[in-house]
């Protein structure tokens, strides 16, 4: 099946600083969404971004479907971004995600 | 709207004994499935239905079983409860995939599950 990595595993940030996580993936894929999990630990959904770029406030996202990979850009992080970023995708005509192991994010004041 | 609801929030088992989470959507979606999210891990594909009647297992479907009796409604079985199956288990559902369709899945907020 599909495999897909993310980096960094765990990043510490002052607040303010801007950060880039990233994922990569081995397949093609129809499907690649980014999620938020909080420290109560609900899944937020950040974006549906299988190709292109959208921004979302202080968040931004790129994925590059040619090169198999996406980008989760974090700019001015404040605490409340504190959590795990997950990556996840499908292929083909299937709905089932497969899930990175997330990127640990730590914002420090 | 309540989108994926999941109960109960909270359980402690004992080993042996059985069980059923449950999950609704009122979105009217094809596609629920379920995963199981262990500490420091991403979230594993349990058991899956495209549709009422129509269920599949994912990566992880020892020990548990599903049904899907309605469009709305998509529990997990846990036949003789196991210290192993101690996670936390989230719910999603979406519309079935389509080529060119958008398909955001959406998840549940978790059911956080002890056996001991």
């Known amino acids: 099946g599909i495999q897909v990595e993310q980096s960094p595993p765990d990043l510490i940030l002052q607040e303010g600083a801007n950060s880039t996580l990233r994922c990569n993936f081995s397949d093609s894929v129809n499907n690649l969404q980014w999620f938020h999990q909080n420290p109560w630990g609900q899944l937020i959904n950040l974006f549906y971004?299988?190709?292109g770029t959208k921004q979302n406030g202080r968040l931004s996202a790129t994925t590059v479907a040619t090169e198999r990979y996406s980008l989760l850009y974090i700019s001015s992080s404040q605490t409340t971004d504190s959590g795990v970023y997950f990556c996840a995708v499908n292929t083909g005509t299937a709905s089932k995600l497969t899930f990175g192991t997330g990127t640990r994010l730590q914002v420090t004041l | 709207n309540a989108g994926v609801t999941q109960t109960p929030k909270f359980q402690v088992l004992k080993t042996g004994q059985s069980m059923t989470l449950q999950c609704a959507q009122d979105?009217?979606?094809?596609?629920m499935s379920w995963y199981r999210q262990d500490p420091g891990m991403g979230l594993r594909l349990i058991h899956y239905s495209v549709g009422a009647g129509i269920t599949d297992q994912g990566e992880v479907p020892n020990g548990y079983n599903v049904s899907r009796s309605t469009t709305e409604d998509f529990p997990l079985r846990l036949l003789s409860a196991a210290p192993s199956q101690t996670s936390v288990y989230f719910c999603?559902?979406?519309?079935?995939?389509?080529?060119?369709?958008?398909?955001?899945?959406?998840f549940g907020a978790g059911t956080r599950l002890s056996v001991l």
């Open positions: 979105m009217n979606h094809e596609y």
């Open positions: 971004i299988p190709s």
């Open positions: 999603a559902s979406s519309r079935a995939a389509r080529v060119g369709a958008k398909n955001i899945q959406y």
